[in-house]
């Protein structure tokens, strides 16, 4: 059974950048991996996936400014956030094979 752990997340100014850690207990090596984020009292939304031979999907709403990525040696895949918005505000979750969610870590982008 993988557990996943998230860290990362802070409070940043307008234009910063962060990147998101979700580390596995286990290998991640064959499943596809994706960011979620879910702000107050809005959905939670897919903001980018990766498959395991590296495809990647992203909401519009981040294409061009976060890329995710996966170290299947280090069983790890990260969220680079570049030039944030405050709109970006929410928690954001890791999920493994669409089913198994991390705890969640808090963004804060202030303007």
């Known amino acids: 059974q993988v557990q996943l752990v998230e860290s990362g997340g802070g409070v940043v100014q307008a234009g910063g950048s962060l990147r998101l850690s979700c580390a596995a207990s286990?290998?991640?090596?064959?499943?596809?991996m994706g960011w979620y984020r879910q702000a107050p009292g809005k959905q939670r939304e897919l903001v980018a996936s990766i498959t395991s031979p590296g495809s990647t999907n992203y909401a519009d709403s981040v294409k061009g400014r976060f890329t995710i990525s996966r170290d299947n040696a280090k069983n790890t895949v990260y969220l680079q956030m570049n030039s944030l918005k405050p709109e970006d505000t929410a928690v954001y979750y890791c999920?493994?094979?669409?089913?198994?969610w991390g705890q969640g870590t808090q963004v804060t982008v202030s303007s």
């Open positions: 286990g290998s991640i090596r064959l499943n596809t």
């Open positions: 999920n493994l094979q669409y089913l198994l």
